[in-house]
């Protein structure tokens, strides 16, 4: 389902980028725990999902080239 | 609201997803809005509170195919992008609070137990972010501005390793030493300050210093950016550096944080990132924004800033 919603005049016409959104959604808002296990053990669920799709760029402010 | 049968299934088969909760929110502001799934979404009312929910399969949202789910880019992008739509929609029409993807509910009835249960906590977030919303500012660096070239070679050097020591100080030598003579072709005829492998070594150090000296460079240009923004917002917070893969963004990212703005402040804020990226050569300012205020509901995480009465 990609349903366009009418957000409004002030928002952004162009479509809000995943990682900004992730950035958002994995890690912020209300945590109340819910029915499910997974709910409360959301927190690490998050951590594993990010995991295989974040990986820091801080590296990258270090000379990891003249690695061998 | 009790007890609402749930539409779509026998309840042993479905669940209730929660989104936000929202004060004093006109159900009309919903509209047709469709959730995670392209389920329509609904009010669940307790006082002035409204959670925003709609069911969901537990073939797709139980605790087995969340799991395996959450670590599908493609599931997770949807579901993002619905649950930010909901919020969102809410959120511009009355305070709301988002809370955690994947927060499920057995039914609508649980759903307004947990209303009643953790209404004050609600409230006090509620409190915290009526009025007020997020915007993003993301820096980056290009890469000439991370290369350093402009910096001088005779920078205070490290102290000399060795040449090819293991950086770790493990014990092992490595099997092929970066020195001596190459296995092919006569060697080139030394520099006046060591063989070619010394020149060699010394480019390369000369090189890293270059840029671990532009990194800090930029690394404080940073600072010193959120330093200014955060003065003129009520609370920020630093994300955690982006990965490129998913921005798909050249540079190197420096900064990512979020900031919680009055209304009034905007129009303020967004002129002063709009002037530091000016000032600043080699580094772009992204702003995204306004979002609902996902980043400021631990309030504890938060760096709030001055008070007003402060200055």
């Given at each position: ?28 808002g209300v945590v109340i725990a819910g029915d499910l296990v997974i709910s409360i053990a959301g927190v690490?669920l ?23 | 609201m009790t007890g609402t049968p749930i539409a779509g299934g026998p309840a042993d088969t479905t669940a209730v997803y929660l989104y936000g909760v929202a004060r004093?929110l006109?159900p009309?502001?919903l509209?047709?809005?469709?959730g995670v799934a392209?389920a329509p979404v609904r009010g669940v009312t307790a006082g002035e509170l409204t959670a925003l929910v709609s069911t969901v399969a537990l073939a797709e949202y139980g605790e087995a195919a969340l799991r ?11 579901t993002?992008?619905?649950h930010?739509?909901v919020v969102?929609?809410a ?5 709301t609070a988002p809370v955690r993807i994947a927060t499920i509910y057995r039914d609508d009835a649980r759903v307004a137990e947990v209303l009643a249960a953790q209404g004050e906590r609600f409230t006090?977030i509620l ?185």
């Amino acid at each position: 389902m990609t349903a366009v919603l009418d957000h409004g005049g002030d928002a952004p016409l162009e479509r809000i980028a995943l990682v900004d959104l992730l950035d958002r959604l994995l890690a912020g808002g209300v945590v109340i725990a819910g029915d499910l296990v997974i709910s409360i053990a959301g927190v690490d669920l998050v951590q594993v999902s990010l995991r295989a799709l974040i990986t820091t760029v801080r590296d990258e402010l270090l000379p990891e080239e003249d690695r061998p | 609201m009790t007890g609402t049968p749930i539409a779509g299934g026998p309840a042993d088969t479905t669940a209730v997803y929660l989104y936000g909760v929202a004060r004093h929110l006109d159900p009309a502001a919903l509209g047709d809005a469709a959730g995670v799934a392209g389920a329509p979404v609904r009010g669940v009312t307790a006082g002035e509170l409204t959670a925003l929910v709609s069911t969901v399969a537990l073939a797709e949202y139980g605790e087995a195919a969340l799991r395996a789910n959450l670590e599908d880019l493609e599931w997770l992008e949807a579901t993002a992008r619905a649950h930010h739509d909901v919020v969102d929609r809410a959120a511009h029409a009355a305070p709301t609070a988002p809370v955690r993807i994947a927060t499920i509910y057995r039914d609508d009835a649980r759903v307004a137990e947990v209303l009643a249960a953790q209404g004050e906590r609600f409230t006090e977030i509620l409190d915290l972010i009526s009025g007020r919303s997020e915007w993003g500012v993301k820096a980056y660096a290009d890469p000439e501005a991370m290369r350093g070239d402009d910096i001088p070679d005779d920078i205070p050097a490290d102290p000399p390793d060795g040449g090819g020591a293991d950086p770790g100080g493990g014990l092992a030598p490595r099997a092929e030493p970066l020195t001596g003579p190459q296995p092919t072709g006569p060697a080139p005829a030394p520099s006046s300050g060591g063989g070619v492998g010394t020149a060699y070594l010394r480019r390369r150090q000369q090189e890293r210093r270059r840029r671990a000296e532009a990194g800090r460079r930029v690394g404080e240009q940073a600072d010193t950016v959120h330093a200014e923004l955060a003065d003129h917002a009520v609370a920020s917070r630093h994300h955690p550096p982006q990965d490129p893969r998913l921005s798909g963004r050249a540079g190197t990212q420096i900064l990512n944080a979020a900031y919680l703005l009055d209304e009034e402040q905007v129009a303020g804020f967004l002129a002063v990132t709009r002037a530091a990226g000016e000032r600043l050569p080699g580094i772009e300012l992204e702003v995204t924004g306004p979002w609902p205020p996902y980043s400021f509901i631990d309030t504890a995480a938060a760096t709030p800033a001055r008070e007003p009465g402060d200055m």
